[in-house]
C-alpha cells in the first residue's frame, strides 16, 4: 500500500511534461506568499512567475536533462564523459583529477544550484536578502556566533596558502560558474524566480561557509547557560548525580581502557549562573530555530559498525554507516562517481563541497557519526558602563567592534555592530554579553583530509589523513581491502586548564581559557580489535579512565547497547545482517522500564488496560502494533511526573538512563510528585504514571488500542529545504514509518523530520568494493522532475541500490542522460 500511495503521489505532485496538479499547487502557493506573506516587491512579480515561456512552466518542462549535449564551454584540459544512471547519478570520466572536479562543480550545479547558495546564505547569515525582514533578527544572530567571520578566515588561509585546498574550490569553482554565467532567467531554478534574487558566482568562501554550516549544525550549543541554573537550584552534589560527565550505562567506541598517562587529568569546573545571560541565549535559540537553523540537537546523531573478516560470512571486512541530519528536500546529500588515472571513488557530497564526504574507493571505505566533543564554552563577561570594553585579568580591554550590514529584501539595509574580544565573537543585549570559544572559529584544513582520503590506498593512509580534520569532530570508522578496521575520534579536542566546559564559564579570567589541543596520538582510536567488530552510535567514545574532559551531555545510549548485542551475538555477519541492523526497531526503553510495571497492582480499568498491552508487547517499533504509542505515553508521563520539581522548569531534563536509576532506587526526594500531599515511592508513581498515560491516550487516540497502532501515529515527513510550510507543495509525505526514539533504525517524536539522511553498506569481498546504499529524495532540487523525490518509496521501505562503479564510460546497464565535455 505505501508503495503504491507514493507511485500515485508522484503521478498527482509532480509535473513531468507537466503534471498539471502540483504546477497549480505551486502556483497557488506563489499567489498566498505573495498575497499574505510579503509586501509588493518582496516576491518575484507574479507576472513573470507565471510566464508560460519563462516562468515555472519553463521549469516544468526542462526538468529533465537532454539525452545528449556537447558542451565545450568548461576550461577541461582533456575530453570528459559524464554519464547519468537511471537515478541522475552522474559517473564522471575524465583524464585528471582537476578535469574531474571541474566537472563535478558544472553537474552540482545543474542539479541543486539553490541549494548550494542558501546552504552558503544561511551560514552566511543572509537570508533577509531572500525572505525580508522576517529574517532579520535571525540574520543578527546568526552573523553574532562568528560562522561567517571564520569563513572569510579559513578562506583567505586556503587562498594564501595556494595549495590543494585552492586548487579545489577553484577547479570546483570553474566548473559551478560555467553553468551559472549562462543562465538565463528562464533557466534559473524554481526558487530563484520565487524568491526573485540573483544567483551570485561560487568563490572559495562559499566552500568555507559550507564547512561552518556543518560545524553549526553538529556543534554549535546554546544550552551551556541552563546547566549553571540548574547547578545553583540543585547543589554540587544532587548535580553530579543527575547530571554525571559520564554516561551511567553504554558501551564505548574504544573497546580498550586507555591507560598512557597523561599528567592532564580534567576536573569538574564550576558553572556561573546569570539570569539575564541564560534569558539572552534562550531567545537565541529560540529566533534560529524558527528558521530551521537550531544547531545541534540530539536527532542528529548517527551509526556506523563494521565487522573484520574473522567476523563475517564472506572472510573480508564488511562496513555499514548512516548519518542522521535532517530529512529536506532537496536532500542534504548529493550522490556521484568520479574516475579518473589515480581514482575511482563513490559516495555522497554537500552540494558546495569541492569533494565526496562519505565514500569507498577501490581500497577503503569510510563512514562518519557525530563524536560530540565538546568544542564550544560560553564566557559571561563584564562591561564597563560604556559597554565598549571588557574587564580580563584585572585590566579593562576594548571590545573589537566592527560595523556590518544586512541587507533586507523589501527594507533599507540594517546598520549592525560585532563586537569581539580575544576569546571570540559577542553575543550581547542591554542585559548581558556572552564571548563564544568554538572550535568553528579557527582556521582548519577539512577540506585537505577529504582529499587525503580520497586518495588513500589503505586504513593506515586514511588513518592518517584524519590527522588533518579539524571540525566538526567526527567519529570516523573505516575498513580496507586488505582486512583492516579501525576508527578514530578525529578534530580539535580542546585541553581546558581549569577542567570542563559545563556551564557559563567566567570571562574575566585567563584560568579558564583553552590552553591547546589533544595530541593527534591521544585522541581515542582503534586498530583490528580483538573481538573483531567497531561501531559508534554517538555515544561516549572512551572508558572512564581516558584522562581528558570529552564532553557531558551524553545520550541515552541506547543504540550503543543494542549494535552491541547484535555484533557480539554472532559469531558471523553477512551484507544483509549489516543492512538489516540498520532496520532494526526493537526499543530498548522496553526492556528497562515496562519489567517495572509486572506487579504493579490496583490499576483502574483503563490503566489495567495500558499495562496489560505493554507487557504482552515484543517491545519492537513495528507498524502494526500498539505497544509503540503506549510505550510513548507512558514515558511522557513518566517524565512530567518524575521530574515536576520546579528545579527542572524549563530546563534540560536529566536522560532516561538517570531516571531509571532513580527507580530502581526507590529515590523519593526526586519521584515524589510535588502536587499530592503524599511522598510517592516507585510504586506509587508508576501506578500514577500509567492512570494519567491512559487518561492521555483515550483522550488523543481513543480507547481501544486497535486505535493506538503506530502506522496511524509515526509518520515520516519530508520537507522543503527552506522548511516553510508555504511551500508546503514541495514536501513528501507524512508517512507511516516504523522506529523510536533511539532505536537503530531511528525515529525520534511522533513526526519524524531527522533519521538516517544515506544509509551505505561496503562489501570488500569482491574487487574493486561494492557499494549499496539510499538517501531520502533525489538528485534534482527541481521539484517538477522525476529525479526529485525518485528515492523516497524505496528509503521508507529500507530498500537499497547498487552503488555502481564502472571503471570507464558506456558500462553502465542504463544511461539516461550524456553529457561529453571537450576542451574550449
Known amino acids: 500500500m505505501l508503495v503504491e500511495r507514493l507511485a500515485w503521489e508522484r503521478v498527482l505532485f509532480r509535473m513531468r511534461l507537466p503534471g498539471l496538479h502540483l504546477l497549480l499547487r505551486i502556483a497557488l502557493a506563489v499567489v498566498l506568499l505573495w498575497i499574505f506573506h510579503y509586501r509588493p516587491g518582496g516576491l518575484a512579480p507574479i507576472g513573470g512567475l507565471l510566464d508560460p515561456v519563462r516562468g515555472l512552466w519553463h521549469n516544468a518542462r526542462t526538468a529533465e536533462h537532454p539525452s545528449s549535449v556537447d558542451l565545450n564551454t568548461l576550461p577541461v584540459h582533456a575530453p570528459v564523459t559524464v554519464e547519468r544512471d ?80 585552492k586548487d579545489l574550490t577553484s577547479w570546483f569553482a570553474a566548473g559551478a560558474n560555467a553553468f551559472i554565467n549562462n543562465l538565463t532567467y528562464a533557466r534559473l531554478p524554481l526558487e530563484f524566480k520565487l524568491f526573485h534574487y540573483k544567483v551570485e558566482p561560487y568563490t572559495t568562501l562559499n566552500a568555507a561557509r559550507l ?31 543527575l547530571y554525571p560527565r559520564h554516561s551511567p550505562r553504554y558501551k564505548p567506541i574504544i573497546p580498550e581502557p586507555y591507560s598512557q598517562e597523561t599528567g592532564l587529568a580534567s576536573r569538574d569546573s564550576r558553572a556561573l549562573y546569570d539570569s539575564s545571560a541564560l534569558a539572552l541565549l534562550g531567545r537565541m535559540q529560540h529566533t534560529l530555530q ?11 546523531g548517527s551509526n556506523n559498525w563494521a565487522v573484520s573478516g574473522s567476523r563475517s560470512l564472506t572472510g573480508q571486512p564488511i562496513l555499514a554507516g548512516d548519518m542522521h541530519l535532517s530529512l529536506s528536500l532537496p536532500s542534504i546529500w548529493y550522490e556521484a562517481h568520479l574516475v579518473t588515472p589515480t581514482t575511482n571513488i563513490y559516495g555522497v557530497l ?61 527594507a533599507s539595509p540594517v546598520i549592525d555592530t560585532l563586537m569581539y574580544t580575544h576569546l571570540g ?58 582486512g583492516t578496521i579501525g576508527i578514530r575520534v578525529a578534530g580539535m579536542m580542546p585541553i581546558r586548564g581549569y577542567g570542563d566546559g559545563v556551564g557559563l564559564l567566567d570571562g574575566t579570567t585567563s584560568t579558564t581559557a583553552w590552553t591547546g589541543a589533544v595530541p593527534f596520538a591521544d585522541m581515542p582510536h582503534s586498530m583490528q580489535p580483538e573481538r573483531g567488530y567497531l561501531t559508534s ?26 549494535i552491541d548485542t547484535l555484533l557480539s551475538g554472532k559469531s558471523r555477519h553477512s551484507v544483509q545482517d549489516l543492512r538489516a541492523y540498520q532496520s532494526d526497531v526493537h526499543v530498548m526503553q522496553f526492556g528497562l522500564f515496562v519489567p517495572l510495571l509486572r506487579d504493579l497492582t490496583g490499576l483502574s480499568d483503563k490503566a489495567e488496560q495500558l499495562r496489560t498491552v505493554l507487557l504482552d508487547w515484543t517491545g519492537e517499533a513495528t507498524l502494526d502494533s500498539p505497544g509503540p504509542l503506549a510505550l510513548f505515553a507512558y514515558l511522557q508521563a513518566l517524565k512530567q511526573l518524575a521530574w515536576d520539581e520546579p528545579a527542572f522548569e524549563d530546563q534540560l531534563l536529566p536522560s532516561e538512563m538517570i531516571l531509571y536509576q532513580m527507580l530502581t532506587e526507590g529515590n523519593a526526594r526526586w519521584l515524589d510528585v510535588t502536587t499530592t500531599p503524599e511522598v510517592e515511592g516507585t510504586p506509587e ?3 500514577m504514571t500509567l492512570e494519567e498515560a491512559a487518561r492521555h491516550l483515550e483522550e488523543t487516540y481513543g480507547s481501544e488500542p486497535e486505535g493506538w497502532r503506530w502506522a496511524l501515529h509515526h509518520k515520516v515527513l519530508f520537507r522543503h529545504l527552506t522548511q516553510t510550510p508555504a511551500l508546503d507543495a514541495l514536501w513528501r509525505g507524512p508517512y507511516a514509518y516504523p522506529g523510536f526514539d533511539e532505536t537503530l533504525g ?38 517538477f522532475s522525476r529525479f526529485y523525490d525518485l528515492h523516497v518509496p524505496a528509503y521508507v521501505s529500507y530498500e537499497y541500490y547498487e552503488l555502481r562503479k564502472p571503471e570507464t564510460a558506456g558500462m553502465l546497464p542504463v544511461v539516461t542522460s550524456r553529457l561529453h565535455l571537450l576542451p574550449p
Do not use: C
Request: net charge negative.
Open 685 to 687: 508513581l508508576l501506578r
Open 350 to 410: 554537500a552540494p558546495g563541497t569541492p569533494l565526496l564526504i562519505e565514500a569507498f574507493n577501490d581500497h577503503v571505505a569510510w563512514a562518519f557519526t557525530n563524536s560530540g566533543l565538546d568544542g564550544i564554552d560560553h564566557y559571561l563577561l563584564r562591561l564597563d558602563e560604556s559597554r565598549k570594553q571588557y574587564y580580563y585579568d584585572e585590566a579593562w580591554h576594548d571590545l573589537t567592534r566592527v560595523l556590518d550590514t544586512i541587507r533586507v529584501k523589501g
Open 211 to 241: 564547512i561552518q554550516y556543518f560545524n553549526y549544525d553538529l556543534s554549535f550549543e546554546t544550552d551551556e547557560a541552563g546547566y549553571g541554573e540548574l547547578l545553583q537550584r540543585l547543589g554540587e552534589e544532587e548535580y553530579r548525580r
Open 537 to 562: 552510535t554517538n555515544q561516549q567514545p572512551t572508558t572512564h579512565d581516558y584522562p581528558f574532559y570529552v564532553g557531558h551531555d551524553w545520550p541515552s545510549a541506547y543504540r550503543s547497547l543494542r
Open 86 to 165: 537511471e537515478r541522475g547519478v552522474p559517473h564522471i570520466f575524465a583524464q585528471s583529477d582537476r578535469d574531474a572536479i571541474i566537472t563535478l562543480g558544472y553537474v552540482v550545479a545543474q542539479d541543486r544550484l539553490f541549494q548550494m547558495d542558501f546552504m552558503a546564505r544561511l551560514a552566511a547569515g543572509r537570508l533577509s536578502e531572500i525572505f525580508g525582514p522576517a529574517s532579520l533578527e535571525a540574520d543578527r544572530y546568526l552573523r553574532a556566533t562568528g560562522m561567517d567571520w571564520a569563513a572569510r578566515k579559513i578562506a583567505a588561509a586556503i587562498e594564501r596558502d595556494n595549495g590543494i585546498q
Open 290 to 300: 524558527a528558521v530551521g537553523a537550531e544547531g545541534f540537537r540530539p536527532p542528529k
Open 425 to 482: 565573537p559577542v553575543v550581547m543585549d542591554s542585559d548581558a554579553a556572552i564571548a563564544l570559544r568554538w572550535v568553528a572559529h579557527d582556521e582548519n584544513n577539512t577540506l585537505r583530509a577529504l582529499w587525503r582520503m580520497q586518495k588513500a590506498d589503505g586504513a593506515a593512509a586514511l588513518d592518517s589523513a584524519l590527522a588533518d580534520w579539524y571540525a566538526p569532530a567526527q567519529n570516523v570508522l573505516f575498513a580496507d581491502a586488505h
Open 746 to 783: 531511528p525515529a525520534e517524536n511522533l513526526t519524524v523530520t531527522h533519521s538516517a539522511s544515506w544509509r551505505v553498506v561496503v562489501d570488500f569481498s569482491h574487487n574493486p568494493p561494492r557499494g549499496q546504499g539510499i538517501y531520502a529524495g533525489g538528485q534534482s532540487g527541481n521539484p
